[in-house]
């Protein structure tokens, strides 16, 4: 019998190829990935809500000007009467109500408001703007006020829309759920793009899902940014989340500092508001108390505020939200005109400034016409965005379904030393933005009690099976 050389050498096993080395973030990407999933699934139609009447109200600045044009502009005349007749002309058309506010015209062709509260009819929230020709003194109309902001019917009306659906304070629950997670949302399509961006770059000339994905993924890069920032500052003024915010600068010593209305002197009381009927006429007057607040350097658009009582004082406070440092306030005493009390915005703390400025933004105020645009932009890529995303959804589905959820048991690929400090992470989060945490608290609850389930179902049909056999 003869043997067959030996092939040992040529046949020995090679060593198996060294894997590559996985980042160190890999673990995570399967949790990212569910989290944007439900996430994604669940919230998008408060966020589709938030964003179609977000883009409605960053176009109602503009539809409010032609809407309401008559009451807002005049023909320019030669000489703007004193505002104290403008109000009594204001006055002698509304005698009911009490004047709370004066915003002389801030531009040679606008009106002069005069805000009356406690008019009959008025929500309480609201007060009546009446509009006066500076020029004549004629009233030019009169309109519902809603705000600092001076939003009359139609954009109050789309702006509650926004907040709250016109359902009160159980609506604004919707408005601050969409703020709390645009943000978790737009993290975690940022982390997925990127972990994949090689293989997304032969996305061109493709179609279905992955021609989705790549648009959806693009648009979401670009966006993220604009997203973040409507988060933040849309959870600032938020009922819940807005409060602990408040509670935090309050502790860090960033609270919004308010100028003092307590008039000053020996003549405190006198010549205030006993006795005026509410008409807004105090101690100087309004004139005396426009000029001094002039001589202080506060240029138009301002608001003037009468006397609450007879110890308190004019206060005289900027409104033009349009640049970031017009907000100075002074106030005057009533009974010889002297200032009292001067705020500059340039004092304010940082996280105040930061916070009256992202609020403007967030309205679309602080610089006109571009912010509104930027805005409008930004809402109609979250629209394009959700909608992308349930096609998605839908196209990784058979037969017209929708596709299957992302895998349960993602957490458990996490090492100990990230998923320990994580979970203390969105434990702090969820505590400070209540309407992340309570929904979170709740899908993981509702997940853990479908995993159960379906892992007992198996075991007894398993073990069914076993005892066939």
Known sequence: MTTAPSTAKDEAPQPPAAAPPKSGWAPLRPLILRLHFYAGVLVAPFLLVAAVTGLLYAASFQAEKIVYDHELTVPVGDRALPVSQQVAAAREAHPQGTVTAVRPAPEPDATTRVLLSGVPGVDADRTLAVFVDPYTGKVRGALEQYGSTGALPLRAWIDELHRDLHLGETGRLYSELAASWLWV???????????????????????????TLGLHGTLGVWAAAGFFFLSATGLTWSAYAGANIDELRTSLGQATPSISAAAGGEHAGHGSAAGSGGGGEHGVGLDEVLAAARVEGLGDPVEIVPPADADSAYVVKQVQRGWPTKQDAVAVDPADGEVTDVLRFADFPVLAKLTRWGIDLHTGVLFGLANQIALMLLAFCLILLIVWGYRMWWQRGRDSAFGRPIPRGAWQQVPPQVLVPLLAVVAAVGYLVPLLGIPLAAFLAVDIALGEIA??????SYGGEAAAK
């Open 455 to 460: 892992y007992r179902q198996g075991r007894r």
């Open 185 to 211: 949302i737009a993290a975690g399509g940022l982390v997925l793009w990127f972990s994949r961006r090689r293989a997304l770059r032969t996305v061109r000339g493709t179609g279905g899902r992955r021609r």
